[in-house]
């Protein structure tokens, strides 16, 4: 059974960092892709980044959405089945509540709040 649990969520000033884990279990994480959503509210659920399976190896493995480039940075730990969000500069539209995800399975999610 797929479990997706995400924690490191909190609050943050404008400007600050973050950093979000999701521990993964119920299969064999290092052959899947792992993403980050996330979602504000009254808003539709947004990409966040992507990284590839270890399986990949085509040179840069994540993929990020717009308004993220260049100030978060995905990673993953495959001993630890987890997965990274480092988020820097954060603004107080990054307000969300982020999710980690997997095809079709979805964590609980974490909620980030940037305010001052």
């Known amino acids: 059974q797929v479990h997706l649990v995400e924690s490191g969520g909190g609050w943050a000033q404008p400007g600050g960092s973050l950093t979000l884990s999701c521990v993964a279990s119920?299969?064999?994480?290092?052959?899947?892709?792992m993403n980050w959503f996330r979602q504000a509210t009254g808003k539709e659920r947004e990409f966040v980044a992507s990284i590839a399976s270890s399986e990949y190896t085509f040179g840069d493995n994540t993929r990020y959405g717009d308004s993220v480039k260049r100030r978060f940075t995905i990673s993953r730990d495959n001993a630890k089945n987890t997965v990274f969000l480092q988020m820097n500069s954060l603004k107080p539209e990054d307000t969300a509540k982020y999710y980690c995800n997997r095809n079709v399975f979805w964590g609980q999610g974490t909620q980030v709040t940037v305010s001052s």
């Open positions: 119920g299969f064999n994480f290092s052959r899947y892709s």
